[in-house]
């Protein structure tokens, strides 16, 4: 519990200072709570507040309530129902529950009067709103809260270390499934196994795509088709896993036979190690996207796709064609994790440049940060429509490679000083 008193103690740190710089004495932290579907008597799996996920590492709480005032110990009103409906899980003896001042709460109406409290802001969603407007989710606060959590505590970096190491369980055991035949459901499914995880304790929607699948970035269904493997061609998954709340977000591409997308893929790997190995502190995410562009070029140039140098391909912005989204973006209690185009605690915003609308990060990377790094290479249909006929693209070897729909390689990465620490790897 070392790490997680260290953690604590920087959120009380973060929080004291940014409640100073919002001229609020203190704050209450709402958990959430699930909502049904509209006339409906269920609803869609709850996602709890990362802001209090940040000092509770209990994912599935819900209808509860922590207090902060400088100085204190932190309060904690833990809703425990008394329930024969749902299973209960009694969470106020864990060890977490040494850092705060625990009171179990079975109904709402045990819930303090938050009003009596003068100065407060509220954070937490609009399914319960006890203050007004203007001390609800106030954006100086927010700003100053979401400006501390890019740099992870040694925690936080754990809790994403140990989601990678179970994502990876679950990469392999979608690879091998990949090459027995196995149809996207298939694969999916072996993934959850593999990871011990189920639907609802996935930080986000598993992409699972065959062949020509890969060239829809967000590919959305698994398909229980099986097909022949004398027409399997290549693989993309993107999926992570969740470890205290915390998430990992892994991308690997594999081809059916070692043939020259295979090849590309190896390219491929080797260029995006060689960006990871530049995300250092200090590092322009910006000029690294740059590069990733620059990086990807060298290998459409190389594979015949591209009859123009690399360098001329970016100019004309051809590259942005195969490669239409950023380089990445922070990691952490939310996949994609907050404060990726502001610099500074007060919330000044660096919008991505004009021709990269799609990058999430836009700041120079800083000590302890954890990113992604996922170059991408794709042959997207409706993008190719749109510069049909350029007389830089091999249009033979575009249709050669379409199939295969494209390679993504993701890895999750802690910015250090003049170093990096490879969580997937």
Not at 28 to 57: A, C, R, T
Not at 141 to 152: M, P, T, V
Not at 330 to 340: A, E, P, R
Request: charged share 20%.
């Amino acid at each position: 519990m070392k790490l997680f008193q260290q953690h604590i103690e920087k959120v009380v740190a973060a929080t004291t200072h940014a409640l100073a710089l919002s001229a609020y004495d203190g704050v209450w932290i709402y958990s959430g709570h699930p909502e049904n579907n509209f006339l409906d008597d269920m609803g869609p799996p709850h996602s709890i507040n990362p802001h209090f996920k940040w000092w509770v590492p209990v994912p599935h709480i819900t209808s509860s309530v922590l207090h902060f005032i400088p100085g204190q110990k932190p309060t904690v009103y833990l809703h425990q129902p008394a329930d024969f409906w749902h299973k209960v899980i009694d969470n106020s003896q864990d060890k977490w529950a040494q850092h705060f001042d625990v009171k179990v709460i079975g109904h709402y109406s045990e819930l303090p009067d938050f009003k009596a409290n003068k100065n407060h802001a509220w954070i937490g969603s609009k399914e319960l709103q006890p203050l007004d407007d203007k001390d609800t989710n106030p954006k100086a606060l927010l700003d100053a809260l979401h400006f501390a959590r890019i740099q992870k505590t040694d925690y936080e970096i754990n809790c994403i270390r140990q989601a990678n190491i179970t994502a990876m369980k679950g990469h392999e055991a979608a690879r091998l499934a990949f090459y027995d035949g196995c149809s996207e459901y298939e694969i999916h499914m072996a993934y959850l196994q593999a990871c011990q995880h189920n639907e609802y304790e996935m930080p986000y929607g598993n992409i699972v795509a065959l062949n020509e699948n890969p060239s829809v970035l967000h590919y959305q269904f698994q398909s229980r088709e099986h097909i022949p493997s004398n027409e399997l061609k290549s693989f993309l998954i993107d999926a992570g896993a969740s470890h205290k709340g915390y998430a990992s977000d892994i991308t690997r591409t594999y081809s059916f036979q070692q043939d020259a997308f295979a090849d590309m893929i190896t390219l491929m790997d080797e260029k995006q190690q060689a960006l990871c190995n530049q995300a250092v502190a200090g590092q322009d995410y910006v000029d690294l996207h740059l590069k990733a562009h620059l990086y990807i070029s060298e290998v459409l140039h190389q594979f015949g796709v591209f009859k123009c140098d690399a360098e001329t391909a970016v100019s004309q912005g051809l590259s942005s064609t195969f490669f239409p989204h950023g380089l990445g973006h922070y990691l952490g209690l939310q996949v994609h994790d907050v404060s990726g185009h502001v610099i500074d605690e007060k919330g000044t915003v660096k919008s991505p440049p004009e021709a990269h609308p799609f990058l999430r990060l836009t700041d120079t990377l800083r000590e302890n940060a954890v990113i992604t790094i996922e170059p991408g290479l794709y042959f997207v249909p409706m993008l190719m429509k749109e510069i049909a006929g350029h007389k830089d693209v091999n249009w033979d070897k575009v249709a050669e490679f379409q199939p295969f729909g494209g390679i993504r390689i993701e890895d999750n990465i802690v910015v250090k000083q003049g170093g990096i620490e490879n969580l997937t790897r």
